[in-house]
């Protein structure tokens, strides 16, 4: 399973920062940078900042 982040609803608002830091992070211009993968226990978190997002903008794709 990856993380997939919609550039085109995404204003770097930089809640899912806060709530998964190991996979999202602002860089130093403010825009959001993240790691498509991640380890199986921290999906809790990936799926925390994406109840977080204010535009609803990432998505899980692939297997379970």
């Not at 982040?5 to 830091?21: F, K, M, S, W, Y």
Request: proline share 5%.
């Amino acid at each position: 399973m990856k993380v997939w982040v919609d550039r085109t609803l995404c204003e770097n608002h930089g809640q899912c920062a806060i709530a998964a830091p190991s996979t999202f992070e602002m860089d130093d211009e403010g825009i959001l940078q993240y790691t498509e993968g991640f380890p199986a226990d921290e999906l809790e978190y990936i799926e925390d900042a994406m109840d977080v997002c204010p535009v609803q903008a990432i998505f899980l794709k692939g297997d379970q």
